[in-house]
């Protein structure tokens, strides 16, 4: 009975961990945004939000697009 119950908690809090990484990156990406927003030159700010102006899909496809080139090198 334990064993199905912590199989079940685990199936069911799976997509609620991956909400809460998009959640913690968009996060992080509004502080990033903000620190952008004080810079005084406009090329600089421009520069700093093309940076920060990645989605979190995106940002995992990236990530999963360099793990999947580094395990085909081996």
């Known amino acids: 009975m334990l064993k199905k119950f912590l199989a079940l908690s685990i199936i069911l809090s799976f997509p609620f961990s991956l909400t809460a990484c998009a959640v913690v990156y968009d996060i992080q990406q509004d502080a990033n ?21 990645t989605s979190y899909e995106q940002y995992e496809k990236q990530r999963e697009d360099l793990r999947t080139k580094g395990t085909e090198r081996k």
């Not at 945004?33 to 102006?53: H, M, P, T």
């Open 33 to 53: 945004q903000r620190q952008c927003e004080k810079l005084q030159d406009w090329n600089d700010r421009k520069s700093c939000l093309a940076q920060n102006k």
